[in-house]
Each structure stands twice: as C-alpha cells, then as structure tokens.
C-alpha cells in the first residue's frame, strides 16, 4: 500500500512478513532477518564510577529475527565540542530472538565534571552495525560527577557532596 506524503515522496505499507518482503527486495529470508538486530527502547544506561574517573555502558540489544547475527555495537563519548574522547567497540553474536545486555568500561582522564554551576554534558552515541553498515543508533546526553550522601559516608558530616564540594540542599 502506498501514500503520497508530498511532492516526491512516498512511504510504502508492507506487511511483516519476512518471506514476502524478501521476495518483494529479491533476497533470501535470512539476509532480511539479519538486519533485524536493534537497540532495545530506554536500552542504553551510562554512569561514571563513585571517583568520576570511570565510565560504565550497558546497552540492551535485541535480535527480533529467529536467525542468528552478529553486530558491531560501538559507544562514542563525545565532548560538548563534539571531540571523541572514548570509542568503544564490540562484536556481539545474538541467537534468533536473543536478547543481550553488554557492558563497555572506559577510563575518564581529567573529565569535565557536570555541576549546579557549570551543568556540563557529553554526549553518548550509540550505533549497531551490520556488516560495516550503521542500522540503529541513538544518543544520549549525559553528566560525569560524584556524589557523596551523609548516609553512606558515616563520617558524622551531614552535608551532601557534589564533586567533593558541600552543596545545600533544601
């Protein structure tokens, strides 16, 4: 089924059915099915570690096809000037329907720290690729600070602490 939207474009309804949009592309079943391999909605959690001098990336990858895949999954932390300051890259092997969380760790050099004064963010890029081919991607902002609760550092100094510094709360 196809709908005009505007002057040249033109968005085409096929069913979800991968025999018969494979026949429809001229290619195999399986081919098509590769390509099925995603990131998972909310699928990508970053955090840095309690110092602020580590990163930590989990991201959720699902294959929606019964054939099997392998992806390149590969995170890019960029500056706020755009700048890569971490790459990191895995190859991921997904069984028909399998669904995998995998971790990625980076250390962090002198990161710029996100404050109340100066809310500083990096920006996360996550891609799945597929024989050198980007299929999903995402991006994600995101701030290295520490934080340190009253609670957790039984020290006798109810103050809260952000990047080492006491910071009123109210």
């Given at each position: 089924k196809k709908n005009r939207q505007a002057e040249g474009e033109w968005v085409v309804h096929l069913p979800y059915d991968k025999s018969v949009i494979s026949t429809r592309m001229n290619i195999k079943p399986e081919t098509f099915s590769r390509a099925l391999a995603k990131l998972e909605p909310y699928g990508v959690h970053i955090w840095n570690n309690p110092t602020a001098d580590s990163i930590l990336i989990d991201t959720e990858i699902h294959n929606y096809s019964s054939s099997s895949a392998v992806v390149c999954l590969v995170d890019k932390l960029c500056a706020a000037d755009g700048k890569e300051?971490?790459?990191?890259?895995?190859n991921v092997s997904l069984r028909g329907n399998e669904t995998k969380i995998v971790r990625q760790v980076s250390a962090m050099t002198k990161p710029h720290?996100?404050?109340?004064?100066?809310?500083?963010?990096?920006?996360?890029?996550?891609?799945?690729?597929?024989?050198?081919?980007?299929?999903?991607?995402?991006t994600t902002p995101f701030g290295i600070r520490s934080i340190s609760w009253p609670l957790t550092r039984k020290d006798g100094d109810g103050r809260f602490f952000l990047n080492g510094k006491p910071i009123f709360i109210n």
């Open positions: 300051v971490v790459r990191l890259t895995d720290l996100w404050s109340t004064v100066d809310a500083y963010l990096y920006s996360l890029n996550t891609i799945i690729k597929r024989n050198g081919k980007a299929t999903d991607d995402i």
